[in-house]
């Protein structure tokens, strides 16, 4: 083992006993006090994870955590009508954190206990933003190039609260500055309770492949607490190519789950040693329906157009005829969308596109350089 490495013995048996019988283990996970039930867990996504998705991917079975999207400290503190529509949830809304940003200190700490003083039960920071926005104020993936401010931040807010905080990351700033394995090392020393890793650096955005080895690296540098592997898993086979790959104790899906919502479902039914679950027609129309209803009982109206970035992910998943899909990403009343749903209902299946509309390429930047 190399000098300074401070892989404790239990995990390094747990690590090679593992490898050895290429079993992962689906037993719930704890993070702090918190017990949580499935190892896979809902990554948070901007403009996606609202309370309405979240509710109708736990329906589905097997989602472990869910983490709200990202929300401005300051703004929560001021109760801004954004950052409460953010953070609304629900009794069955549940097990959930709350991921925050700032790269202010003293905000971090006063919406954590903010957060806290309003019953929720765990709270996450962002610190794998590569936003230029949110990088300038020092806050996202800005903290990971501080690792001495990275740790007073995480120590501030760890001691401000006593439900457990986690951090969500990427590997480092760019290649040259992988500091996800020092800083994970840094933040078990001062409390941290589990750490998501994203597989990428800052530098490469969206782009490029999942770095395990790099995921490996931030797994074997902490003693004892969970280290989340994020990034590009797409089908239950890929969350557990993580695991084994990676070591990683609980794995978390962020586009995979609105190209596939039943893919929790299926890694449970998997854990169990059952036939993965196979939505039927019924099923995909019912989901559509579903989705939009809960979404109408947050934003109402609004939902006609929160709900139409979802469709080009959902088409090809749910069987929707490119037509009614191309309509869907234009409806302007629920009427409307009843109507559309009625046609996708009777046309099912209708469909030539095999790519999902979402993940085709499309022209990108200044327009004379397409
Ligand atoms: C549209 C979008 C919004 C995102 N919003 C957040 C966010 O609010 N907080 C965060 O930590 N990561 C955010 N991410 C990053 C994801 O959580 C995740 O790390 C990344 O998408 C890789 O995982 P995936 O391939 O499973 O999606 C976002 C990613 C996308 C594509």
Redesign the pocket.
């Known amino acids: 083992m190399r000098a300074g490495s401070h892989i404790s013995l239990q995990k390094l048996v747990s690590l090679v006993s593992l490898a050895a019988s290429s079993e992962t283990d689906e037993s719930p996970i704890d993070i702090g006090n918190r017990r949580i039930p499935s190892r896979y867990f809902l ?7 609202h309370l309405a998705f979240r509710r109708v991917i736990r329906e589905l079975g097997g989602l472990g955590l869910a ?4 929300v401005l400290a300051s703004q929560l503190v001021a109760k801004s009508r954004k950052s409460q529509q953010l953070v609304a949830t629900c009794e069955s809304d549940q097990p959930l954190s709350v ?1 925050i ?1 700032s790269g202010i200190t003293a905000e971090l700490v006063k919406a954590a206990k903010w957060l806290e003083d309003r019953g929720y039960q765990g709270i ?1 920071i ?4 590569p936003m230029a926005k949110i990088n300038s104020s020092g806050g ?1 993936a800005r903290l990971m190039c501080d690792v001495d401010g990275a740790c007073t931040a995480v120590s501030q807010v760890v001691e401000a609260v006593s439900v457990p905080v986690t951090v ?1 990351m ?1 590997l480092g700033w760019d290649r040259d500055h992988l500091t996800a394995p020092a800083l994970a090392r840094e933040f078990e020393q001062c409390g941290l309770k589990a750490i ?1 890793i ?3 650096t800052r530098q490469q955005g ?1 782009h490029g492949s ?1 770095d395990l080895d790099g995921i490996r690296k931030t797994v074997e540098a902490v003693q004892s607490i969970p280290i989340v592997g ?5 089908t239950p086979e890929d969350a557990i190519a993580m695991r084994q790959q990676t070591g990683c104790a609980a794995v ?6 609105i190209l596939d919502p039943w893919i929790f479902r299926k890694l449970a039914d998997q854990a169990r040693g059952l036939e993965p679950f196979e939505p039927s027609r019924n099923d995909q129309i019912e989901f559509l329906k579903r989705h939009f209803t809960l979404m109408c009982e947050q934003h109402e109206d609004y939902s006609c157009i929160l709900f139409r970035k979802f469709v080009g992910w959902y088409g090809q998943r749910l069987g929707i005829p490119e037509d009614l899909e191309d309509r869907l990403r234009r409806f302007e009343s629920i009427e409307e969308f009843n109507e559309i749903v009625e046609q996708v209902a009777e046309r099912h299946g209708e469909r030539v596109a095999t790519v999902p509309t979402a993940l085709l390429k499309v022209p990108n930047g200044p327009v004379e350089r397409w």
């Open positions: 990554a948070p996504l901007a403009g996606y994870t983490t709200t999207d990202l991921q940003f996450d962002n610190m794998g933003c996202g969500k990427r998501t994203h597989g990428r969206f999942v994020n990034g590009d898993v797409r978390a899906i962020g586009r995979g789950a």
